[in-house]
């Protein structure tokens, strides 16, 4: 069973940088084709991807964000970390982080199976 | 990036009605597109994958189709629980969402 739990901060000032934490269980990030992904959602509004990482420590970043994101991985913790310079108000969301794949054989992405349940991160001095 | 634009923004149907949702992407991105629902103070689920593959333990009345830039979303004989916001998302490029559809179950 794949359970996926964010965690951090629920409230940053503007300017600062928020660090948040992915914990897994039910996978592993050494096997091969597995990614972890980050997805945040403004309250009301849509999805939106912001990064995600696979097993060969490969990393992608949201063109838009690409600047203030960094995610990094603790294979053997079982842990996806995710830090966001420089924060701003309308950076306040709720956070996911979701299992995916990355299919070797067709060099496909897959969608995002399993979520965790969010972290709501409200920016605000 | 990859555009997805989604139609309706918001639909009211009656239990047992079958309902579309349609998933417009701005260029080719072969069926690298998957939906998810999402009801009120809950995560995405997802639904189905690579346009038309179901994911294990959804229910058989979703169903997608679609490749290149056109892609749909049914629900047949709607149920009072599918009341949620569906959203697509694809992976061909950098992966972006649509912007969603309400579905109210009247």
């Known amino acids: 069973q794949i359970t996926l739990k964010e965690s951090g901060p629920t409230l940053v000032k503007p300017t600062q940088t928020l660090t948040l934490t992915c914990t897994f269980s039910g996978f592993s990030l050494s096997t091969t084709g597995v990614g972890v992904g980050w997805i945040r959602q403004p309250p009301g509004k849509a999805l939106e991807w912001l990064a995600d990482?696979?097993?060969?420590?490969?990393?992608r970043y949201n063109s838009f964000l690409k600047s203030r994101l960094t995610i990094t991985k603790d294979t053997s913790g079982n842990q996806v970390a995710l830090t966001m310079a420089n924060m701003d108000p309308l950076d306040t969301a709720t956070y996911y982080c979701?299992?995916?794949?990355?299919?070797?054989?067709?060099?496909?992405?897959?969608?995002?199976?399993?979520w965790g349940q969010g972290t709501m991160v409200t920016v605000s001095s | 990036e990859i555009v997805l634009t989604q139609s309706p923004d918001f639909q009211s149907v009656t239990p047992k009605e079958t309902v579309t949702i349609t998933c417009r992407a701005s260029?080719?991105?072969?069926?690298?597109l998957h939906w998810y629902q999402q009801k009120p103070g809950q995560s995405p689920k997802l639904l189905i994958k690579y346009a038309s593959h179901t994911f294990s333990g959804v229910p058989s009345r979703f169903s997608g189709s679609g490749s290149g830039t056109h892609f749909t979303l049914t629900i047949n004989s709607l149920e009072p629980e599918d009341a949620a916001t569906y959203y697509c998302?694809?992976?061909?490029?950098?992966?972006?969402f649509g912007q969603g559809t309400k579905l109210q179950i009247k």
């Open positions: 979701a299992h995916t794949n990355y299919e070797i054989l067709t060099n496909y992405y897959d969608g995002f199976h399993m």
């Open positions: 260029q080719t991105i072969g069926d690298l």
């Open positions: 990482i696979y097993w060969d420590d490969d990393k």
């Open positions: 998302h694809q992976t061909s490029g950098l992966p972006t």
